[in-house]
């Protein structure tokens, strides 16, 4: 089992696209202990790896979220508990108290910017 | 190229044959070899842009910049600028406030990129003219622009905090409505409402979000004389009904739609439609034959209220 969620956003591109934006930042602005637990990325369907991947996990439509390799959030940008209670459902046991502990905390926009660098929003999206 | 054939096709009237509108953006930096950053806060580059490109691609109208974070930046948000791209909004003054605590005011004409649109187009306008070609105007929808304002909370917010969420909106709304006026001012023919992120809310959040909030923006437009759109983008079809009810003139939607459902709603409620060539797909990945992609959306969209344009 993998020591950390693995996120993958798959969008047309995190910048000029203002939902595949929103996609994004409902992952990172989720608070410091979801963060310590989840790993995250987002795959532009404008490069050969964001096409890859976006065939890999099956996506259907733009944009999108898959949490542990299912496409869990179909085009809608999804509220903040359904965000937690989906990655509750995939999570290893270690992982749960922590985040059934964040169910109540809301989104935290401290970090925001230096998470979204992160996870290479904006950064991958030319053509490969 | 043919202003009067674009207005008529918004307004949902029969055409000869479908007008078409690039919606170039910044790919008018690219075309006249300059940064997207550089291009977008130079009215001259901006007009040489516009002209250069609708030159290009005989359009029979343009965007005068299709860029969501105008209206975001002249209320207060911050920006990160990219060489080749919009700039993105990366500060939400409502993320813990709402718009009266935050200190929003509503914007001027001096606030923010106005006065470089408003410099633009005017530079732009009488050769555009001459080529007839329609000058569009794109306001930032009230949700993405709610977005920009408070954050991705906003979703969440729409169940757990109604109250709040109806003042941002409130806020959006009359800035759309300031917005049109600016737009009416510079001289634009069409004005379209572009709202990406309504695409991903349920139909019934955008009947209590969406729709009271873009009235007042629709009218200002409506009452001008002009002619108003509303663009939405990504899989929109579960609120695609939702988006024909709106009193603006037309629609626009983007290549994840099926063009025969959407035409076939749009000829319901008597409206224009527009979009839907593949822009990901064939004109940037080349997956597709961009060619018989358009072969199959003129086929698709037909000669009666139908935009010829990228989804």
């Keep these: ?128 | 190229m043919a202003k009067q054939k674009l207005i008529d096709a918004i307004r949902g009237k029969r055409t000869e044959n479908a007008p078409w509108v690039p919606y170039a953006g910044v790919h008018c930096a690219f075309l006249i070899n300059e940064s997207a950053d550089k291009y977008l806060q130079d009215p001259e580059l901006l007009a040489k842009g516009l002209i250069t490109t609708a030159e290009k691609y005989k359009a029979d109208g343009i965007p005068l910049v299709f860029d969501l974070s105008v209206e975001a930046h002249s209320l207060g948000c911050d920006l990160q600028w990219w060489p080749d791209n919009v700039p993105s909004v990366t500060t939400h003054p409502c993320s813990n406030k709402n718009p009266e605590e935050a200190g929003i005011s509503l914007p001027t004409r001096d606030s923010g990129r106005w006065p470089v649109l408003f410099e633009a187009a005017k530079l732009a306008k009488p050769r555009l003219d001459e080529l007839d070609c329609a000058l569009i105007g794109a306001i930032c929808g009230p949700l993405t622009l709610a977005s920009h304002l408070a954050g991705v909370r906003i979703f969440t917010d729409v169940i757990k905090n109604k109250e709040f969420v109806h003042s941002v909106m409130k806020c959006a709304s009359q800035t759309g409505a300031v917005a049109a006026q600016f737009y009416i001012d510079m001289g634009c023919e069409i004005i379209a409402i572009v709202d990406p992120v309504a695409s991903q809310i349920k139909p019934a959040t955008f009947e209590e979000f969406v729709t009271p909030y873009v009235k007042e923006t629709i009218k200002v437009i409506n009452d001008a004389g002009c002619t108003s759109d509303f663009f939405i983008c990504g899989n929109a079809t579960k609120v695609l009904k939702n988006v024909c009810e709106l009193a603006t003139h037309g629609f626009a939607i983007d290549e994840q739609m099926n063009m025969n459902f959407v035409r076939d709603l749009a000829r319901e409620h008597g409206k224009g439609f527009g979009g839907n060539l593949k822009l990901t797909l064939a004109l940037s990945l080349g997956l597709i034959s961009p060619r018989e992609d358009a072969i199959v959306s003129l086929a698709a969209g037909g000669h009666i209220g139908y935009t010829f344009a990228p989804g």
């Design chain 1, 1 to 128: 089992m993998a020591d950390k969620i693995t996120i993958d956003v798959l969008t047309l591109d995190s910048v000029q696209c203002a939902a595949c934006g929103y996609m994004m930042e409902s992952i990172a602005a989720l608070p410091d202990e979801v963060q310590e637990i989840i790993e995250y990325k987002e795959w532009s369907i404008k490069t050969k790896e964001g096409i890859g991947k976006f065939t890999q996990l099956k996506g259907k439509v733009l944009p999108s979220i898959c949490i542990e390799g299912d496409v869990v959030f179909e085009s809608i940008i999804p509220q903040y508990e359904q965000l937690i209670d989906e990655m509750l459902k995939r999570a290893p046991s270690p992982m749960i108290d922590s985040l059934k502990a964040a169910r109540n905390k809301g989104f935290d926009f401290s970090k925001l910017n230096e998470n979204l660098k992160k996870a290479g929003a904006g950064m991958n999206t030319k053509k490969g």
